[in-house]
């Protein structure tokens, strides 16, 4: 490349870069959820892979539908303007997804990790030229690119980000807070077959796939944010030629906070149990989208070990006395945010924050 079209690049990355942190200048609140399903049949092999063309048959009248590169059931409606009214929708759909495909024995599993099927024995279900690079690139790293692909189901929590400074300070507090989500809703207790010794195996996956493409507790560190996520963006190698233009390239980064123009995309949890799905995004909202909750967050946690905290998310979690104590602060903070939102804006307390704060180890952060 020569150096004008050196210059050409760096410029388009910065420009892209600084696009992503743009923010929702309109003062919204919205929030939108994404949530990642394992399907399987209970007859007559409960590890024969589901294929994606059953499933899109079966879901052909089921709205806001995708797929993952294993097979995982994507269900991604639209954003909503309170936090209450995105668990409602994603419920809905979740409700239409189950019963279409229970019509044709196929059920599905709200769980981190696939619990019974290997990578190999999913295969790579979803051939497009990205995810082939993919497959690819991760497999120079090591084993865990492909469990990540093919085995693991999430919970995304997107809330609109603020412009300016207050989004800067979000954006930090959303890092900060991610791996203790991860611990407190860890749900991934059984892969291929096999019982872990954590219930993080998913935060564990996520933390050996690619470091350089992940960054999990390198972001959020400085005020200045373009800089470090242009830093992260332009080190991390393109998957392919073909997915070396600036846009390509982003949508192939996978931390566990992205920023994706007007809002936040929070990647750190697992898909959880119904039961655990209001109150996850009540939390991670009320955290989230109130500008004095961030502000106490970064004054918290500014300058914590954020790697060590992932390390131990992916190994003991939520039963960690450090882990435990930060839950236990996040979740007081969140109740007095709670008071600065609108009536209804969260879930109700029987599906939201109460439900947070009677989890068990969590008991100090009653009020």
């Given at each position: 490349?020569?150096?004008?079209?050196?210059?050409?690049?760096?410029?388009?990355?910065?420009?892209?870069?600084?696009?992503?942190?743009?923010?929702?200048?309109?003062?919204?609140?919205?929030?939108?959820?994404?949530r990642?399903?394992?399907?399987?049949?209970?007859?007559?092999?409960?590890?024969?892979?589901?294929?994606?063309?059953?499933?899109?048959?079966?879901?052909?009248?089921?709205?806001?539908?995708?797929?993952e590169?294993?097979?995982?059931?994507?269900?991604?409606?639209?954003?909503?303007?309170?936090?209450?009214?995105?668990?409602?929708?994603?419920?809905?759909?979740?409700?239409?997804a189950?019963?279409?495909?229970?019509?044709?024995?196929?059920?599905?599993?709200?769980?981190?990790?696939?619990?019974?099927?290997?990578?190999?024995?999913?295969?790579?279900?979803?051939?497009?030229?990205?995810?082939?690079a993919?497959?690819?690139?991760?497999?120079?790293?090591?084993?865990?690119?492909?469990?990540?692909?093919?085995?693991?189901?999430?919970?995304?929590?997107?809330?609109?980000?603020?412009?300016g400074?207050?989004?800067?300070?979000?954006?930090?507090?959303?890092?900060l807070?991610?791996?203790?989500?991860?611990?407190?809703?860890?749900?991934s207790?059984?892969?291929?077959?096999?019982?872990?010794?954590?219930?993080?195996g998913?935060?564990?996956?996520?933390?050996?796939?690619?470091?350089?493409?992940?960054a999990?507790?390198?972001?959020?560190?400085?005020?200045?944010?373009?800089?470090?996520?242009?830093?992260?963006?332009?080190?991390?190698?393109?998957?392919?030629e073909?997915?070396?233009?600036?846009?390509?390239?982003?949508?192939?980064?996978?931390?566990?906070?992205r920023?994706?123009?007007?809002?936040?995309?929070?990647?750190?949890?697992?898909?959880?149990?119904?039961?655990?799905?209001?109150?996850?995004?009540?939390?991670?909202?009320?955290?989230?989208?109130?500008?004095?909750?961030?502000?106490?967050?970064?004054?918290?946690?500014?300058?914590?070990?954020?790697?060590?905290?992932?390390?131990l998310?992916?190994?003991?979690?939520?039963?960690?006395?450090?882990?435990?104590?930060?839950?236990?602060?996040?979740?007081?903070?969140?109740?007095?945010?709670?008071?600065?939102?609108?009536?209804?804006?969260?879930?109700?307390?029987?599906?939201?924050?109460?439900?947070?704060?009677?989890?068990?180890?969590?008991?100090?952060?009653?009020?």
């Amino acid at each position: 490349m020569t150096t004008t079209g050196m210059r050409s690049q760096k410029l388009a990355f910065e420009e892209a870069v600084e696009a992503q942190f743009d923010g929702a200048y309109d003062g919204s609140r919205r929030v939108g959820l994404e949530r990642e399903l394992i399907a399987y049949r209970h007859s007559p092999d409960i590890t024969e892979p589901v294929p994606v063309a059953d499933l899109r048959q079966a879901l052909a009248g089921v709205p806001d539908v995708g797929f993952e590169p294993g097979g995982q059931v994507e269900l991604h409606p639209g954003p909503s303007e309170t936090a209450a009214a995105a668990v409602a929708v994603l419920r809905e759909r979740e409700r239409a997804a189950r019963a279409a495909l229970a019509a044709v024995g196929i059920h599905l599993a709200a769980v981190g990790l696939d619990p019974w099927r290997s990578p190999e024995r999913l295969g790579l279900q979803l051939t497009d030229h990205r995810y082939r690079a993919m497959d690819r690139h991760f497999d120079k790293i090591g084993p865990a690119g492909r469990r990540f692909m093919r085995q693991t189901a999430g919970l995304q929590v997107c809330v609109d980000l603020r412009p300016g400074v207050e989004g800067v300070v979000q954006w930090r507090a959303a890092n900060l807070i991610s791996p203790v989500l991860a611990a407190l809703f860890a749900n991934s207790r059984v892969c291929g077959g096999r019982r872990l010794n954590t219930d993080g195996g998913r935060t564990a996956v996520c933390l050996a796939t690619d470091p350089a493409r992940m960054a999990y507790g390198r972001l959020g560190r400085s005020p200045g944010l373009v800089g470090e996520y242009l830093r992260f963006a332009t080190t991390a190698p393109p998957l392919s030629e073909r997915l070396a233009d600036v846009d390509a390239h982003l949508t192939t980064l996978f931390p566990a906070v992205r920023p994706r123009g007007r809002y936040l995309e929070v990647r750190a949890l697992d898909s959880v149990p119904g039961s655990d799905l209001g109150p996850a995004v009540a939390l991670t909202t009320a955290l989230l989208a109130v500008p004095g909750a961030a502000d106490e967050i970064v004054s918290a946690l500014d300058g914590i070990d954020v790697p060590g905290l992932w390390a131990l998310a992916a190994g003991p979690g939520i039963r960690h006395p450090i882990l435990n104590g930060l839950a236990a602060g996040l979740v007081r903070i969140a109740q007095a945010a709670a008071a600065d939102l609108p009536s209804g804006y969260l879930p109700p307390d029987q599906d939201g924050l109460a439900r947070v704060a009677e989890r068990a180890g969590l008991r100090s952060a009653r009020p």
